[in-house]
Every structure is written in structure tokens, then in C-alpha cells.
């Protein structure tokens, strides 16, 4: 079975240029999240879809950051323009069932992609 | 709102020993789940193992087992023989019955000594 997928792994731009992430499921996976992981802390959800719903973006900034999953498959994260404290690993994750499945629906988390702002 | 706390930023182990790393969390809620997860360097996070918390019995998955103490909000993960390829950053989590985000916290570097 194969895992997330992400695309690019690094990334540095210049701050105020625009910049977009790809993320690709595991596949009949209903619940697909982006985490945003700042060196030396945890990863922080920005965005969680149930298909191609917006369930949770409550921590994600708006004026800058979006997000789209067109067809409940593969997503798209977008930072435009960017600043420097945008520097970190955004993770995108996968869960087979509706989050509210528990502990039985495990997140399966892709490589990540690596942005440096500079 | 939910908080978790690793306070061990980094343990070191001997291989073939036992480690235990530390996770408190802040909750309201009476039914959640805890979980353990390993990111090694440059690698992708996995699920190392999870607890339910209407589950008195501590989870255990070969080498791994937790220590659960609901009423002292306390999740510790003891790893036992432990190996090279266990070094990583390991992070505790926590998500509500809802079954909304996970909150993690900030992490605990674990070094293989050989």
C-alpha cells in the first residue's frame, strides 16, 4: 500500500513570494490533514478536509494561507505572500474514516515538505 | 483548551536498555485518546503506539508500553531493549472523543548510545 505522498521536500523562496504544496493520500482515504511543524515544536494543524469538506481550519491564517481538496483526493496547500516565520515542515496526513472514529482511525503522515523563507 | 507537555526535551539510552519518556497533558474531557508517535531524522512520523483512556489496561506493542495514570493526567512511554534505530524525535498526543485535531507536544529527542 503506498503512503502519503508529498510534493516538493524543500523548498526556499523569498519572503512575499508565493508558494504551493501537493499532497496526495493514501488512497480511500475519507480525512486528510495539513500540520504545520516549526523546528523544535510539534506539529500544528492548520487544515483538516472530510472529502472534500473543510471540517477544522480554525488555525489557519486565512489572509495568507488556503488550502483546497478538489475531488475528496488529492490537496493543495498555498502561502501567498510569504514571511519569514512561515519557515518550518508542513505535514499532510491521511485517516481512513471520519476523525471521530477514535483511536481505531490511525493519521498516516507523508515525508513533509521543507520551506525556507529567506 | 487541551495541552500537552513533554518536559524531557532530550534522554539518551544505552542500547539494550530501558528508557521511559515522559507526557503529561490538561484536559476537561473523560473519554480521549493518547498516542505515541516516532518522527526519525528526515523521515516521516509514525504511530508507535495508543491508549484509549476508558481502558485501564496500559497498551503494549513489543518493546513499547505505556504507563497511562488517568487521574494524574500522566502518559509515559517505556521503550525496553532498546536499539539504534529507536533513536528520533518522539511525540505525545492527545485527541478528544470527538475525534477532532491531534494536540502535540513539543517533542523528546532520543539518542542510541552503542
Known amino acids: 500500500e503506498a503512503g502519503v505522498a508529498q510534493s516538493p521536500r524543500y523548498k526556499i523562496i523569498e519572503k512575499r513570494q508565493s508558494v504551493a504544496f501537493w499532497c496526495n493520500p493514501i488512497?480511500?482515504?475519507?480525512?486528510l490533514y495539513w500540520y504545520q511543524q516549526i523546528l523544535g515544536q510539534g506539529p500544528k494543524l492548520l487544515i483538516q478536509?472530510?472529502?472534500?469538506?473543510?471540517?477544522?481550519d480554525s488555525q489557519l491564517p486565512k489572509d495568507r494561507f488556503s488550502a483546497e481538496r478538489l475531488k475528496g483526493v488529492d490537496s493543495t496547500l498555498k502561502i501567498q505572500p510569504a514571511k519569514l516565520e512561515d519557515s518550518a515542515v508542513y505535514l499532510c496526513?491521511?485517516?481512513?474514516?471520519?476523525?471521530?472514529?477514535?483511536?481505531?482511525?490511525?493519521?498516516?503522515f507523508g515525508p513533509g515538505t521543507r520551506l525556507t523563507v529567506l | 483548551a487541551q495541552t500537552v507537555t513533554q518536559s524531557q526535551p532530550e534522554m539518551s539510552v544505552q542500547e539494550a536498555e530501558t528508557v521511559t519518556l515522559s507526557c503529561t497533558y490538561d484536559?476537561?474531557?473523560?473519554?480521549?485518546?493518547l498516542f505515541w508517535y516516532k518522527q526519525p531524522p528526515s523521515r516521516q512520523m509514525i504511530l508507535v503506539i495508543r491508549?484509549?483512556?476508558?481502558?485501564?489496561q496500559n497498551a503494549t506493542e513489543n518493546r513499547f508500553s505505556v504507563n497511562f495514570q488517568k487521574a494524574a493526567k500522566s502518559f509515559s512511554l517505556k521503550i525496553s531493549d532498546s536499539q539504534l534505530g529507536d533513536a528520533a524525535m518522539y511525540f505525545c498526543?492527545?485527541?478528544?472523543?470527538?475525534?477532532?485535531?491531534?494536540?502535540f507536544g513539543a517533542g523528546t529527542i532520543l539518542r542510541v548510545k552503542s
Open positions: 491508549q484509549e483512556a476508558y481502558k485501564q
Open positions: 496526513a491521511s485517516s481512513l474514516v471520519r476523525a471521530s472514529g477514535g483511536a481505531r482511525d490511525t493519521q498516516y
Open positions: 488512497s480511500g482515504h475519507a480525512t
Open positions: 498526543a492527545y485527541k478528544d472523543e470527538y475525534g477532532n485535531k491531534l494536540v
Open positions: 478536509f472530510q472529502n472534500n469538506g473543510v471540517v477544522d
Open positions: 484536559t476537561s474531557e473523560s473519554d480521549y485518546y
